[in-house]
C-alpha cells in the first residue's frame, strides 16, 4: 500500500520521466511545481502571511519578495525531496530542457519568501535549501554532478549562481551582526589588468571542503564541480575550456564569490 508522500513522489516522477516525448508540457509542470510560475501561489502566500501575523505572538512583519533566482511561493517538499536524489528524475528534463532544468534547481536551493522578521533557528544555510538530501555533503548528493556530466555550461552555470547568492546572504548576515567587523568581507586582486573583488572569507573559502562550515547544498555543488574536473583528467579529456568558462563567469558576472575556488 502507498501512503502520502510516496504517492505524490511517484506521480511527480511519472510525469518528470515524460520529458523527452512532451519537454513543453513537463517544462510548464516542473516550472508550476518549482513555484517558478503561477501568480496563484503568490496571492495565496500572501493571504497566509496575514493570517499568520493575526495569530502569532510575535510581529511577523511584511511578507519579502522572492529572490530572482529563487521560487515565488512554498515548494512542495515531496517533489523537492524527490529532485535531490542521486539519480534524479530531472535527468530527462536536463536532457530535453537544460535551460528550463536550471531555473528549477535553483528554485529548489534557494529558499522561498519569509517574513522580515525572522524566529527560525540560527544556522549557516544563508537563504539556500536542501531538503535533508546532501547531508554529508559529497559530490553524489544532489543532482549537480550528473548535471555536469550532461550539460556542463548550465550545470556551471546553477553552481556559479547558487555559490554567488549565497555569499552575498552571508555579507549580508555578517553586516547585521553587530559583533562581526565590517571589513574582512571581500578580496580584491588585479586580473587582466583590471582590480576584481570577491566576497568571501576564510570561512567562505573552505565552503568546497567542510561540511562544517557552509551551506550543505553548496558544499555538494563545489565538491560536483571539482570531482567533474578530475574525471575529465583521469579520462584525458581536456578541461582547461571549462576552468576559462567559469573563470569568466567569476569576473565578468555581478558579485564573483569566494567560494568558487
Request: some cysteine; hydrophobic content about 40%.
Amino acid at each position: 500500500e502507498i501512503h502520502g508522500g510516496e504517492l505524490a513522489k511517484r506521480a511527480y516522477e511519472a510525469g518528470l520521466q515524460a520529458a523527452s516525448d512532451c519537454p513543453e508540457e513537463v517544462s510548464t509542470l516542473v516550472l508550476e511545481l518549482s513555484r517558478r510560475q503561477g501568480e496563484e501561489g503568490i496571492e495565496r502566500l500572501r493571504r497566509d502571511s496575514m493570517e499568520d501575523e493575526t495569530d502569532s505572538h510575535f510581529p511577523l512583519g511584511r511578507l519579502l519578495d522572492p529572490w530572482p533566482d529563487g521560487p515565488r511561493a512554498q515548494v512542495d517538499h515531496d517533489f523537492a525531496e524527490l529532485c535531490f536524489d542521486p539519480n534524479s528524475p530531472l535527468i530527462p528534463l536536463i536532457r530535453a530542457r537544460p535551460a528550463v532544468a536550471r531555473e528549477v534547481l535553483l528554485a529548489l536551493t534557494i529558499q522561498a519568501p519569509r517574513h522580515e522578521f525572522y524566529y527560525g533557528p540560527p544556522g549557516h544555510n544563508y537563504g539556500t535549501r536542501d531538503w535533508g538530501k546532501c547531508w554529508p555533503p559529497f559530490y553524489f548528493q544532489g543532482p549537480f554532478l550528473t548535471f555536469l556530466q550532461m550539460n556542463p555550461s548550465e550545470a556551471i552555470e546553477v553552481i556559479i549562481r547558487l555559490v554567488n547568492f549565497a555569499t552575498a546572504r552571508w555579507r549580508e548576515e555578517c553586516r547585521r551582526d553587530r559583533e562581526a567587523p565590517t571589513d574582512g568581507l571581500d578580496i580584491s586582486m588585479l586580473v587582466d589588468n583590471r582590480v576584481v573583488t570577491w566576497g568571501g572569507d576564510d570561512t567562505v573559502y573552505a565552503w568546497y571542503s567542510s561540511a562544517s562550515v557552509g551551506p550543505h547544498v553548496v558544499t555538494c555543488a563545489l565538491m560536483a564541480v571539482e570531482k567533474w574536473l578530475y574525471d575529465l583528467m583521469d579520462s584525458k579529456q581536456p578541461v582547461e575550456s571549462w576552468i576559462e568558462i567559469i573563470r569568466v563567469w567569476l569576473l565578468w558576472n555581478d558579485a564573483p564569490a569566494g567560494g568558487m575556488k
